[in-house]
């Protein structure tokens, strides 16, 4: 299974970003695809997630700013981040369980990709 994310990046504080993570092996449709996030010196955290459903589930810190989507054709999850702070600057991993619910801690999440960096200037 390979997950690959893209689309991180530099940008000033109230940009937006798109990220793309495309999935080999692994049909995105049928898991929960999440997005998480560590900065410098913190633990990873939890951002987003759209389970295989289609809902989606947001961190409060995201949440009315980051939107969690899918294409099954591509067998690719994005998340699009607008109004984006000095605070999202982090490397951003997607990841994919077959965990039911709504996982949301990374140790509930299989498969991993590498991540992307995302820089937010002030």
């Known amino acids: 299974v390979q997950l690959q994310a893209s689309g991180g990046g530099s940008v000033q504080a109230g940009g937006s970003l798109r990220l793309s993570c495309a999935a080999s092996?692994?049909?995105?449709?049928?898991?929960?695809m999440g997005w998480f996030r560590q900065a410098p010196g913190k633990e990873r955290e939890f951002v987003a997630a759209?389970?295989?459903?289609?809902?989606?589930y947001y961190a409060d810190s995201v949440k009315g700013r980051f939107t969690c989507s899918r294409n099954n054709g591509k067998n690719t999850v994005f998340l699009q981040m607008n109004m984006l702070k000095p605070e999202d600057t982090a490397v951003y991993y997607c990841a994919a369980t077959s965990r039911v619910g709504t996982p949301d801690g990374p140790s509930d999440y299989n498969y991993w990709g590498r991540g992307t960096l995302v820089t937010v200037s002030s």
């Open positions: 759209i389970r295989w459903n289609s809902a989606t």
């Open positions: 092996e692994l049909r995105v449709s049928n898991y929960n």
